[in-house]
């Protein structure tokens, strides 16, 4: 049976590292969509300390996650790009990949899940994932739960993370490793490397 993720708006570490596993995935879009969620937020760390950048989202009540409209209203798409600019403008990498994301940030998308599907394509691409993604068609109540990833990443549970090595973070010097962030923390941190740190992963 085919693994079931929920989407994710640049998915957490553990996400990336357990997707990686799988020649293809479904990624559930027939579900209720479920708010305070990485399907429309991420965390990055910023000098401040871990920050959470949420994409604003239209229609929610009741709504399957393919249903659930972007709203643009307060400009979210700038702001998240000069917070991630403010964050890894340092790193070694945010010069490599900053215009790939900006681009993507700035295009307009109606649904949220065209959103997450081209961060996820875009992600998939850079750490060179072998891993085909198709939208279910249906609701799956079970699937098995070795199968089935659509509540195992969320921000109210971390996920367990002790055996994430620490790797160079952009504010190393000022306060301790922080595990299990965005995707996107690894990108711009060691960049290439990103395989080789998921492939190390227990997920």
Known sequence: MTPLFST?????????????????VEVETKETFQKQTYRNRMEILTANGVH??????????????????????????????RTLTAAYAASPFFM???DDIEGLLMRHYERLIDLN?????????KLKIQCRTEHTTDYRLECGEEQDYRS???????????????????????????PNLSVLDLLMNIGPEANNYLESLRI
């Open 52 to 81: 959470c950048l949420i994409v604003p989202v239209q229609r929610v009540n009741h709504s399957r996650t393919d249903e659930v409209g972007i709203d643009y209203r307060n400009r979210w798409n700038v702001i998240h790009f």
């Open 152 to 178: 195992r990443f969320t921000p109210k549970k971390h996920y367990p993370t002790d055996g994430m090595k620490p790797y160079y973070q952009v504010f190393s010097d000022r306060m301790p490793f922080v």
């Open 117 to 125: 599907d081209a961060a996820l394509a875009w992600v998939l691409a």
């Open 96 to 98: 490599y990949y900053k």
């Open 8 to 24: 994710a708006y640049f998915p957490p570490i553990a996400y990336m590292a357990a997707m990686a596993r799988f020649p293809k």
